[in-house]
């Protein structure tokens, strides 16, 4: 069950979804008893502990490389059913879906340290995902994003993407866009293309660049050695990437997670991908962000919503920087 509750004054929404709550793997057990006992549900072999297979792709021995399926235990869900709303609130069904990408047969690899094919094959099998659960006419926005938390070192859990499409545009997305129409409006330029210009010219704040894609610590950078990569030409939507364009992106991707990974000793951290949200014909630039958790957000942030980044950008690219 999954309710898409309101706030009452500010209208902001909230997920109540208490199925995630019963996720099993999450508690009492560690890494290393996942691992011995083999009880990890991404590995080889223990398919039948997760939902059935919705996309695989395989080597030519016929073994999945990358296998994607329902998320179990999901924030949102397919069946409608419906539930009583106190009259004062407004509320409705969290209808949605999520799925989750294993990216690796492996148990113990990091993000960083995937080929650049199988990184490759990773974004192809999210793509396949996204294009079919778009076909849904209800879902108006697909969300994809990895969440990597090093549990005490050497702890790692094995990777995987999720994908959570939802029925709503949520507001930090919807802000993205509005602001992009607004400065369109003004300047009758996209401002992401405008950024990477100017940032091409002051070089400050450039991690990385190649042939289709530049890696820059953002101006106003919320966390700690934020980054974004985002496409040099003009592109709106993530989906409609190509297979040379891809590898492209894990050409850079790579070097750049590997950075974290090195620089920070396998810090936890967030990938989110922002694209125009679907049938939206308003004008966009997709982009992938990139936040570590070094810092912990607290009470002037939970208070305000305004983040106190203590790393200037400037610095951080310098740190990030890849040759
Ligand atoms: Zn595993
Ligand atoms: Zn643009
Ligand atoms: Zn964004």
């Known amino acids: 069950m999954s309710e898409i509750r309101y706030d009452l004054i500010t209208g902001k929404r909230v997920i109540i979804a208490t199925e995630r709550g019963k996720r099993p793997y999450d508690f009492n057990i560690t890494h290393e008893e996942k691992k011995n006992n083999n009880t990890c549900p991404f590995c080889p072999g223990n398919e039948e502990m997760?939902?059935?297979t919705l996309v695989e792709i395989k080597d030519e021995k016929g073994?999945?490389?990358?296998?994607?399926?329902?998320?179990?235990?999901?924030?949102?869900?397919?069946d409608l059913k419906s539930f009583e709303v106190p009259s004062l609130y407004k509320a409705e069904y969290g209808y949605g879906v999520a799925e989750v990408i294993v990216e690796s047969p492996e148990h113990d690899?990091?993000?960083?340290?995937?080929?650049?094919?199988?990184?490759?094959?990773?974004?192809?099998?999210?793509?396949?995902?996204?294009?079919?659960?778009?076909?849904?006419?209800?879902?108006?926005?697909?969300?994809?994003f990895k969440n990597f938390g090093a549990r005490g070192g050497a702890s790692?859990?094995?990777?995987?993407?999720?994908?959570?499409?939802?029925?709503?545009v949520p507001d930090v997305v919807e802000k993205e866009v509005t602001g992009t129409q607004e400065y369109i409006k003004k300047k009758?330029?996209?401002p992401y293309c405008e950024i990477i210009k100017y940032e091409k010219e002051e070089g400050k704040r450039i991690i990385g660049e190649n042939e289709n894609f530049i890696v820059i610590a953002p101006y106003a950078s919320q966390y700690p050695y934020e980054s974004w990569i985002l496409p040099k030409e003009h592109q709106e939507r993530f989906e409609?990437?190509?297979?040379e364009n891809i590898a492209n992106?894990?050409?850079?991707?790579?070097?750049?997670?590997?950075?974290y990974e090195r620089e920070f000793n396998f810090p936890p951290y967030n990938i989110v991908i922002h694209t125009l949200p679907i049938s939206d014909i308003r004008n966009y630039h997709w982009h992938i962000e990139i936040a570590p958790?070094?810092?912990?957000?607290?009470?002037?942030?939970?208070?305000?919503?305004?983040?106190?980044?203590?790393v200037s950008p400037e610095l951080a690219a310098s740190v990030l920087k890849i040759e």
Not at 240 to 243: D, Q
């Open 240 to 243: 409609e990437l190509k297979e």
């Open 109 to 144: 690899v990091t993000f960083g340290s995937l080929s650049l094919g199988q990184m490759q094959k990773v974004f192809m099998a999210i793509i396949e995902r996204y294009k079919k659960i778009a076909q849904d006419d209800k879902i108006k926005y697909i969300q994809v």
């Open 156 to 168: 790692l859990e094995h990777g995987h993407w999720q994908i959570i499409a939802i029925s709503f």
């Open 63 to 78: 073994n999945w490389l990358v296998r994607g399926f329902e998320n179990k235990f999901a924030a949102v869900n397919r």
């Open 293 to 310: 958790r070094l810092a912990v957000a607290a009470g002037f942030e939970l208070g305000t919503g305004v983040y106190i980044n203590p």
């Open 249 to 259: 992106l894990t050409e850079i991707l790579k070097p750049l997670i590997e950075k």
């Open 50 to 52: 997760t939902p059935p």
């Open 188 to 190: 009758g330029k996209c």
